[in-house]
């Protein structure tokens, strides 16, 4: 971290500012120049807010130059990490996982067709919401602890892993009894004491980028979960908020490079979310495994204009099948292939 102080900052000024940050353990080295007095902060700075230093109206300016997260940080972890859900390895280069399944769980019976149905297209994990953070309270809330057991009925069924939203923490045990990734939803990404809570916990949880955070924000909430031991996270960009009404999101996927730049963490992307229509989903599935995906997470129903919600953005089985065979060709032409 480089603080540069106003020429004009009194000497008791700066040597209070310095003692502060010397007795936090940092090292100083200064160098006084002609118009500006600059300090470099070597040691651990993260645990220094830089707008609380410029809050001092003697500083210039506070210029980070390390991230300020440390567990995810490709730096002290330069190799791939791979994280393990229900058997499925995800990151490095192990094989892409392509999770398939519901917006909602509607049901038992539903449940064990569509997981026959996402397995026969090639799918490796079901997906599917039992507790659904819907924009409206009178919209459909999930089937809960029911919608849970109608996907361990199809993980039974099928042998596929299970993937499913966690809303609240007091339902985290259940998660754990049930569930092999545990799901942060967009709109959780920064509930901190959910994040610490499946810090504790030893499953693998799948984080989404919030609606409209950025990159450092998200890294930083994966570093929440990891700093309370459970260092199992893959990031899964689900698209942000922007200006563009064409689509229900703007899928960024520049993240794809950046996060696996500046973490070792797995990534995967969610067209479904991100579009808002089954019509762009292929396209967007096929960008993402060529950027370097490690997986993709992709909304499934057997008859979406009767789907419980997020209709509009289901692929049917058929599509889902034809995306995942065109899907490994493209994963062949970078080097990696489908599980
Ligand atoms: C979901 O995956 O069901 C979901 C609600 O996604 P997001 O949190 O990305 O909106
Ligand atoms: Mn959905």
New binding site residues.
């Given amino acids: 971290m480089i603080i540069t102080m106003k020429k004009s900052a009194p000497k008791q000024e700066i040597d209070a500012l310095m003692g502060r940050l010397s007795s936090k353990g940092l090292q100083i080295h200064s160098s006084i120049g002609e118009n500006y007095n600059v300090f470099g902060l070597v040691g651990d700075t993260s645990v220094i807010d830089p707008k609380q230093i410029e809050a001092n109206p003697f500083v210039e300016s506070v210029v980070r130059v390390a991230a300020p997260y440390k567990k995810a940080n490709r730096l002290f972890h330069p190799e791939d990490s791979i994280i393990e859900a229900g058997g499925i390895k995800i990151g490095g280069q192990e094989k892409l996982v392509i999770i398939g399944g519901p ?2 769980i509607e049901g038992r019976e539903a449940t064990v067709q569509i997981a026959k149905a996402v397995k026969q297209s090639g799918g490796c994990m079901l ?1 599917g ?1 039992a507790y ?2 819907r924009t409206s309270p009178y919209a459909f809330q999930g089937l809960g602890t029911e919608g849970i057991l109608a996907m361990v009925e199809a993980r039974k069924q099928t042998g596929l892993p299970i993937v499913s ?1 966690l809303m609240s923490a007091d339902k985290l045990d259940e998660f754990v009894e049930y569930v092999d990734m545990i ?1 942060i ?4 990404m920064q509930n901190f004491d959910l994040l610490k809570a499946v810090g504790k916990v030893n499953k693998p949880v799948l984080l ?1 980028r919030g ?1 409209a955070n950025t990159i450092e924000e998200w890294i930083m909430a994966a570093e929440y979960i990891m700093a309370e031991g459970n260092e199992n996270v893959v990031f ?1 960009e ?2 942000i908020r922007t200006f563009e009404p064409y689509t229900r999101n703007t899928l960024d996927l520049s993240v794809i490079p950046i996060i696996k730049e500046k973490t070792h963490l797995p990534i995967i992307i ?1 067209p ?2 991100a579009t808002g229509d089954w019509k762009l989903v292929e396209a967007m599935s096929l960008a993402a495994i060529a950027a370097g995906a490690d997986g993709l ?1 992709i ?1 499934v129903h057997e008859n979406p204009e009767c789907s419980w919600s ?1 209709g509009a953005q289901s692929l049917k089985p058929k599509k889902f099948q034809e995306l995942i065979e065109k899907g490994r060709v493209i994963a062949h032409v970078i080097g990696r292939e489908i599980a």
């Fill in positions: 917006c909602s997906r919401g659904k953070p939203e799901q939803g967009a709109r959780n989404k609606l899964c689900r698209g969610d479904s979310h997470i909304e997020d």
